[in-house]
């Protein structure tokens, strides 16, 4: 699993907390960026390369904002990837025990549900070094791009088909509200219309895997007819996969400081948890299956790569901000793209046996899959156990235990119950 970050973004929203920088493209600060990552992408090859044969092998370019890249800088980093992902050593490809032993893999392969000979896309369109067995490319289980509406309107088919040449085998697009009201309110840099316009545009040029996203729990601007509008109208452009997060009040974001001044307020639990409870009926009676507390798919469209976070699989995380997680350790790049490129070192800490079994059920618990009972009895109190399977709150089948559908809304408290 390879995550990018692109740390650029045309403006601010209203709720954001991720790192970004607002960039207009101007000072070569984009290309500068794309110097550095490439340097990165060489000087973790290895790793690179090692993720993406023995773990799942998905690319997620996220952020910020991706689709504010012009497509000559996402094809050089691409490029990079590409050579780096099919880049042999020497002495030909490692058997997965010799990289085991050296400590990039805890649990790999073999993990369920991964597979790295999975041919469902490739990095097709750019110049990868060629393999032993003489393929230029290599194939990719999964290749998500973020994008913007307002840049896929504004770049047109030409920038779209751009990023399927690319390779890119599904969009995800944050689309947040179909409201204009809302979306001025978020300062978004889209209305309603465009994220349509840019749903078009985007299946016009043959992308046949396109998540959105969509933001709940508003009081005063988001009343139920609205947020019942914003799902029918996402529901009937029949995207594969919709992510539904709710509203909260990030460190920093404009979003504090409007709760600070008095000029917002959260609206109350219930309202909150009537709109989870809609959104989840409305995308099941529309055919979704509810595979993750706030996120949902077609059968079979579930996101590849965010589910291995999920399952706690092993990533390299590339660019300013990214985290990378090797089995046993996370690690991060400074969250500032002068000092990325200035060549900060990347901060890290080990994780104990303990923090990881916490993580991996923490993690577990968030999807319909959820965890082994099993590993659950060895790390929480079995009188908590106890208590949530008589509320409801945990359900045990075959020797899993998970939090049924009904209780994912409060699913933060049912773990924290638990750990
Ligand atoms: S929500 Fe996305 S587009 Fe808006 S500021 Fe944050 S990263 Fe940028």
Redesign the pocket.
């Known amino acids: 699993m390879i995550y990018v970050h692109v740390p650029f973004?045309r403006s601010?929203?209203t709720y954001?907390g991720?790192y970004?920088e607002t960039c207009s493209g101007e000072g070569g600060i984009m290309e500068q960026y794309a110097d550095a990552l490439c340097q990165e992408i060489e000087a973790r090859q290895e790793e690179i390369r090692n993720h993406s044969v023995y773990g799942r092998n998905t690319i997620y370019i996220g952020?910020?904002?991706p689709s504010v890249l012009p497509l000559s800088v996402l094809k050089r980093i691409i490029t990079a990837l590409a050579s780096a992902i099919s880049e042999v050593p020497a002495a030909g490809r490692d058997s997965w025990k010799a990289v085991a032993a050296r400590g990039f893999v805890s649990g790999w392969p073999g993990r369920a549900g991964t597979g790295w000979s999975a041919k469902h896309g490739s990095l097709t369109g750019v110049t990868a070094a060629p393999q032993a067995d003489g393929h230029g490319c290599y194939d990719l289980e999964e290749f998500t791009v973020e994008v913007?509406p307002d840049d896929i309107v504004k770049g047109g088919l030409e920038y779209a088909r751009g990023l399927k040449e690319l390779g890119v085998t599904r969009v995800s697009m944050?689309v947040q509200s179909f409201d204009d009201r809302v979306l001025w309110w978020m300062n978004r840099r889209h209305d309603a219309q465009d994220a349509v316009n840019a749903f078009g545009i985007l299946r016009d040029a043959g992308f046949d895997n396109i998540s959105i996203d969509l933001i709940f729990g508003f009081g005063t601007l988001s009343g139920a007819d609205t947020w019942e509008d914003s799902i029918s109208r996402a529901i009937a452009l029949a995207p594969e996969h919709i992510s539904a997060y709710q509203l909260s009040i990030e460190p920093d974001s404009a979003l504090e400081k409007m709760l600070d001044d008095g000029r917002f307020s959260e609206a109350d639990e219930d309202l909150c948890r009537g709109q989870y409870d809609l959104l989840c009926r409305m995308l099941s009676e529309a055919g979704y299956v509810h595979y993750e507390v706030s996120n949902f798919a077609l059968p079979g469209r579930e996101a590849r790569h965010n589910s291995g976070y999920w399952d706690h699989s092993p990533y390299v995380g590339l660019g300013p901000a990214a985290h990378s997680f090797d089995g046993k350790r996370r690690s991060w790049n400074v969250a500032d793209v002068n000092g990325y490129i200035a060549g900060s070192e990347r901060e890290g800490e080990a994780l104990s046996a303990e923090q990881l079994a916490i993580e991996d059920v923490m993690l577990g618990l968030r999807t319909a899959s959820g965890v082994s009972a099993g590993h659950l009895r060895e790390i929480a109190e079995s009188q908590a156990i106890d208590r949530l399977i008589s509320s409801g709150g945990l359900v045990e089948t075959d020797g899993v235990m998970r939090i049924p559908e009904s209780h994912f809304f409060v699913s933060d408290e049912i773990i924290r119950e638990l750990l």
Do not use: A, E, I, L
């Open positions: 973004c601010f929203c954001c991720f970004s952020g910020g904002t913007n944050g």
